[in-house]
C-alpha cells in the first residue's frame, strides 16, 4: 500500500523559501510520474510541479521560475524547492503518485498534505 508522506511545510514570510519532501518506503520513486498539487480554502486541488518517470517535469504558470521539483533517487525523495513565496501559494500541499501523466485529472496515491503558509 502507498505511504506517501509530506514535510517541510510551515510558516513562512513573504519572499522567502520551503523545501517539501515527500517519502514513501513502498514505491520507488523514479518509475512513477511524481506530482506536487496544492488546495487553498474554497479552492480545487491543482498542479503545481509534476515530473514524469524519464524526467519531464511541468510547473503551474503562477509557479514557473520560483518552484522547482526534483527526486533524489538514492533517497527516493521528492522535493519541492519554492523561492520567493507569495501569499498566494498559502495553501495545502499534497505529494501525489501516478501512472498517468495527464496531470489536469485526480488520479493515483496521495498524501496526508503539509500545510504552507505565507504571510507577514
Known amino acids: 500500500q502507498v505511504q506517501l508522506v509530506e514535510s517541510g511545510g510551515g510558516l513562512v514570510q513573504p519572499g522567502g523559501s520551503l523545501r517539501l519532501t515527500c517519502t514513501d518506503p513502498?514505491?520507488?520513486?523514479?518509475?512513477?510520474?511524481m506530482g506536487w498539487y496544492r488546495q487553498a480554502p474554497g479552492k480545487q486541488r491543482a498542479l503545481v510541479a509534476g515530473?514524469?518517470?524519464?524526467?519531464?517535469?511541468n510547473y503551474a504558470d503562477s509557479v514557473q521560475g520560483r518552484f522547482t521539483i526534483s527526486i533524489d533517487n538514492a533517497k527516493n525523495a521528492l522535493y519541492l524547492q519554492m523561492n520567493s513565496l507569495k501569499p498566494e501559494d498559502t495553501a495545502t500541499y499534497y505529494c501525489?503518485?501516478?501512472?498517468?501523466?495527464?496531470?489536469?485529472?485526480?488520479?493515483?496515491?496521495w498524501g496526508q498534505g503539509t500545510q504552507v503558509t505565507v504571510s507577514s
Open positions: 515530473i514524469t518517470k524519464w524526467g519531464t517535469t
Open positions: 501525489n503518485a501516478r501512472a498517468i501523466t495527464n496531470w489536469s485529472v485526480e488520479s493515483g496515491s
Open positions: 513502498t514505491i520507488v520513486f523514479r518509475l512513477n510520474n
